[in-house]
């Protein structure tokens, strides 16, 4: 008989460290491939973000759906997989809907097929929605009801999570591309900022959720954000490219990325607190206003959007699974580096709407553009009766009403 090798410990523990870096280097060497595909789908401009986008929450729906279909061993249930991709057509059709709706209100008047959609597009969607439905109720069966129903919320949770969030992202982009390269950009910084401050100085858990995080990589991380983000916003405001909302210029039928700059993108000089003038003997200082607030964009996705990724970390433990998949080696899933993103995305959504965004003069004109020839006729009269009274026009020669 042969005999049986033995190692000795020194040797299992050099082969273990070999392993360890091992797996360093193919997550560094794929995350670089990662950022460097990203500076060459931001080059190639709002579409091929626009299908990257897609492209990722439909792989996120399968790893989410796929986990489901596997934990609950729902392998026997009729017609499970055809009405969770079903419905997130539907969702996707809703959504995407809204949006060609009202970005693009010119393409939409021009094309009679797109009135007809756009003008009853709820109603449509809801149709949809309730065609699904039905095919679920019939689709019911003796003995498989509760695990069906289990299955059923199932998938319209990872529709809230995934497609609602994703939906938000490209909404956010149409805003101006800084509102999507900034937040993304933040997000991947701060992990592997707090990855490497962890590594090095780490010793001080941080949540039983995910036992490798440490005190020392959170705050370290969170600093090293902060610093980033002011620094990215700084280059990136300069260039009317990142900042003009995307829109749609009928002439060419393409997306167009020219405007004059809003107040938040043209530098400014501000006056330091006094405290900060005596210790640094500096009065003022030129910014741009973006940079403000990417310091709380920077400090929202340190702080809370980590929370994002203990929450699928606490996911992945209920279910004792490793990783969503396998997608990216050493990496894990697609959803396993996007779990932060989604909840950033929600955020600079609200963040926006709330101190950001002021009424859109070319998204008014698209709608007012929908309207009948009739209706848009009574708004002109209106219009130039209101901007007569102002004083902001001369008053009509012999007559207080504009001629037709």
């Known amino acids: 008989c042969p005999r049986s090798e033995k190692h000795s410990p020194n040797t299992v523990k050099n082969t273990l460290q070999g392993d360890i870096w091992k797996n360093y280097w193919i997550r560094g060497v794929l995350s670089l491939a990662m950022i460097s595909g990203f500076f060459l789908i931001i080059y190639m401009g709002p579409v091929a973000l626009i299908l990257i986008v897609m492209t990722v929450q439909i792989k996120c729906f399968h790893e989410i ?150 005190w020392e990589g959170f705050i370290g991380g969170f600093f090293s954000t902060v610093v980033f983000g002011f620094i990215l916003a700084y280059l990136l405001a300069q260039f009317q490219y990142f900042v003009c909302p995307v829109g749609f210029n009928s002439e060419t039928n393409g997306f167009t990325v020219e405007c004059e700059p809003s107040d938040i993108f043209v530098m400014q000089e501000y006056t330091l607190p006094a405290a900060v003038q005596n210790s640094l003997n500096w009065k003022n200082v030129n910014l741009y206003p973006f940079q403000i607030h990417s310091i709380f964009l920077s400090s929202f996705a340190s702080l809370i959007g980590p929370f994002g990724g203990f929450f699928a970390s606490g996911f992945k433990r209920a279910f004792k699974i490793k990783d969503f998949a396998s997608t990216i080696p050493g990496h894990g899933g697609i959803m396993d580096r996007f779990d932060c993103q989604y909840l950033m995305a929600t955020f600079v959504h609200v963040y926006i709407a709330s101190f950001i965004r002021g009424p859109n003069p070319s998204k008014v004109l698209q709608q007012l553009l929908m309207l009948q020839p009739e209706q848009q006729l009574s708004i002109f009269h209106t219009l130039h009766s209101h901007l007569r009274e102002r004083g902001m026009l001369p008053p009509a020669a012999g007559s207080t009403q504009p001629t037709e």
């Not at 026997?76 to 809907?97: A, M, Q």
């Not at 065609?131 to 069906?148: I, P």
């Not at 999507?180 to 992990?191: G, K, L, Q, T």
Request: charged content about 15%; overall charge positive.
């Open 65 to 214: 759906i796929t986990i489901g279909y596997r934990v609950y061993r729902s392998y026997e249930l009729p017609w499970f997989r055809t009405l969770s991709w079903y419905f997130l057509i539907c969702v996707n059709y809703f959504f995407y809907g809204e949006t060609v709706a009202d970005y693009f209100g010119a393409l939409v008047q021009r094309e009679e097929p797109l009135q007809f959609l756009a003008r009853y597009h709820r109603f449509i969607s809801f149709a949809l929605y309730l065609a699904g439905f039905c095919m679920f109720v019939l689709s019911l069966v003796k003995k498989h009801y509760r695990l069906q129903f289990y299955m059923f919320a199932w998938t319209h949770v990872t529709l809230l999570i995934v497609v609602t969030q994703s939906h938000l992202v490209i909404q956010n982009l149409f805003e101006g591309m800084i509102w999507f390269i900034v937040p993304i950009s933040i997000v991947i910084c701060n992990d592997i900022m707090a990855y490497l401050f962890g590594f090095f100085f780490g010793r001080t858990p941080l949540i039983k959720l995910s036992p490798k995080k440490t």
